[in-house]
């Protein structure tokens, strides 16, 4: 009977344990079942990054607990903007004025003209003064440029003087040497350079001369000597055959801050840039427009009726106030045919005799000037840019003399 139970009971036992094991199976497949049919429980984005949309939820994978997340790399700072820079301003050289630059350089024209002012001292000195002392006086002036005419005049003031006084002590030769040269030089003629506005245009200067001259050299120093006088200025580079000449213009003008009209165009024609520099400088209502002109030989017909024409189709918006000549002063009396003939052609209201220092002989200032009845209103007595100086009469005179 006990046997009976005890089997009862073992038999009951593996009952519950194969129905529990049966639901057991039942519910976990079911829990597959539903967390295989469940959608993913979305993942947290890391911190400062947007949250994702539902197709990048379904491919995201959370990371293990143990993973560490890393932040976000901080955004390079934006480059700073470059500051902008203050354009230099350009310095332009300021020439000492002109004023007394002769009485500066009398050094230099003494030196070319010892044999005019001692030479002469030293034969009216030395006392005798008979015929051939007289003859060697003449033959010293000739000699320096003088010119004949001038010449018969000085000497014969001189013989008068000595014939009267009776003397020739050398400090009373001396101040009638002076009285005599001074008087034909001429010291009442009227220098100055037309430079300042006529009403409501500029004044207009414009430069000719034979090749060689420096007239290029010149024009850019007259710019000098006009600027060191507060002039407003512009330059007109009409002189179209020579390469260089409006570079050469250019970089005396941009020295001191004064423009230059040219042409791009070489071989140009001359009367269309000197047009085009009028007319720029009565639109910019500067005080003076200097033009620098090619050079010419005096005898080519052809080129001095381009001269002409220059002079005239300028002449159809503005008078032209100034014309100056450029002589080389060592060429001496050569140089008087080629002013005669530039007189004709563009009326020469002014001389500028260039390389007055050195082999030069002051004897063709009072012979140029008798020539064309027009005064010497500047002398070049150096290479430098400010060696260009208004001719003062005294200071001439007392350079050849003292």
Sequence with gaps: MDTVWIYVIIAAAIVVGAVSYGVSLLRGRDSKTLERDAPPAPVAPPTGQPPRGAADDARAVAPPQSASVSA????????????????????????????GRLQRLRARLARSNSALGKGLLALLSRGGLDEEAWEEVEDTLIASDLGVEATTELVDSLRRRVTVDGTT??????????????????????????????????????VVGVNGTGKTTT??????????????????????????????????????????????????????????????????????????????????????DELGKIKRVIEKQSEIDEVLL??????????????KVFSEAVNVTGIVLSKLDGTAKGGIVVAVQRQLGVPVKLVGLGEGPDDLAPFDAEAFVSAIID
Excluded at 249 to 273: C, F, H, I
């Design 72 to 99: 976000a790399p901080e955004a390079e700072p934006a480059p700073e903007a470059p500051v902008a820079q203050p354009e230099p301003v350009p310095t332009f050289e300021r020439p000492e004025s002109a004023r």
């Design 169 to 206: 002590d050398e400090a009373t030769v001396r101040g009638w040497l002076r009285e005599d040269l001074l008087a034909l030089v001429q010291p009442d003629l009227d220098r100055r350079i037309a430079s300042s506005r006529v009403g409501d245009r500029p004044a207009v200067i414009l």
């Design 326 to 339: 450029v002589l080389d002063a060592t060429t001496g009396q050569n140089g008087l045919q080629q002013a």
């Design 219 to 304: 024009v850019g120093k007259l710019a000098r000597v006009l600027v060191a006088e507060d002039r407003d200025v512009l330059l007109g580079a009409a002189d179209t055959f020579r390469a260089a000449a409006a570079d050469q213009l250019s970089t005396w003008g941009d020295r001191v801050g004064v423009p230059t009209v040219r042409s791009d165009k070489e071989g140009a024609d001359p009367a269309a840039v000197a047009f085009d520099a009028v007319k720029a400088g009565i639109e910019g209502e500067v005080d003076v427009v200097i033009i620098d002109t090619a050079g010419r030989l005096h005898n080519k017909v052809g080129l001095m």
